[in-house]
């Protein structure tokens, strides 16, 4: 099981529309990421959160608009998307960045179908 | 920069047949390693990890060996079953760089009965 758990799994939406994917781990990790995943390809980091305030944006459009409210909770606001924007969101935690070589523990995905 | 270069796949193989996937990188420092596993429909889960030289990872059967002077994390099993079939994804994290994580082009591997 993975204790980086990501809501909802499965998300359709309308160009117009707003939604949210969200995202929580209780690792007590410090930094959280978003990253793309586009089928049969690698993830692409989106962003990356560090003691909750934002340390790496990979020139994202802002019709993408993360938010971290606290140590264990990331949101992505999402509104105005295109359809080439459908793929797998897959959060992310580590332990920390400064100094720190450990894994990435990655939630299950948010499936994102733009209409 | 860094970055990873990994076995271009599809893979197909037997049940019980040897697995290699090759994997090299780049790096300005020195890097830990790591191969993900993608089963279809999920995300990714860490397979094994090497943080310096001459480590070997293993986990499940199989096993990576991090060797500084190939540049190489080549991941092995010796003997795949079916319920291996997913992608895997080789990676490197550089404290150089951040500790930002680059991955390789993923492998498909389908084993077959």
């Known amino acids: 099981d993975t204790e980086v758990t990501q809501t909802p799994k499965h998300l359709v939406m309308g160009m117009t529309n707003k939604k949210s994917l969200k995202c929580e781990q209780h690792m007590g990790h410090r930094a959280m990421y978003w990253y793309k995943q586009k089928a049969k390809k690698p993830p692409e980091l989106m962003f990356v959160y560090s003691y909750e305030k934002l340390s790496i944006n990979e020139s994202v459009p802002s019709r993408f608009s993360p938010e971290c409210p606290n140590s264990s909770l990331l949101n992505l606001h999402l509104h105005a998307l295109q359809p080439e924007d459908s793929a797998l969101y897959l959060c992310?935690?580590?332990?920390?960045?400064?100094?720190?070589?450990?894994?990435?523990?990655f939630g299950e995905g948010s499936r994102l179908t733009v209409l | 920069g860094d970055s990873v270069t990994q076995m271009e796949g599809p893979v197909t193989l037997s049940e019980e047949a040897f697995l290699t996937i090759n994997c090299t990188y780049t790096?300005?420092?020195?890097?830990?390693l790591f191969w993900y596993v993608q089963y279809p429909g999920e995300g990714l889960q860490l397979l094994l990890k090497?943080?310096?030289?001459?480590d070997k990872g293993s986990n499940k059967g199989f096993e990576a060996t991090y060797r500084k002077e190939t540049t190489s994390f080549h991941l092995e099993k010796g003997s795949v079953q079916v319920s291996d079939s997913a992608v895997y994804f080789c990676?490197?994290?550089?404290?150089?760089?951040?500790?930002?994580?680059?991955f390789g082009t993923g492998t498909s591997l389908t084993v077959i009965p």
């Open positions: 992310a935690s580590s332990e920390g960045l400064a100094g720190d070589t450990g894994e990435l523990f």
């Open positions: 990676a490197l994290s550089d404290r150089n760089t951040g500790n930002q994580f680059y």
């Open positions: 090497a943080t310096k030289a001459d």
């Open positions: 790096a300005t420092g020195y890097p830990s």
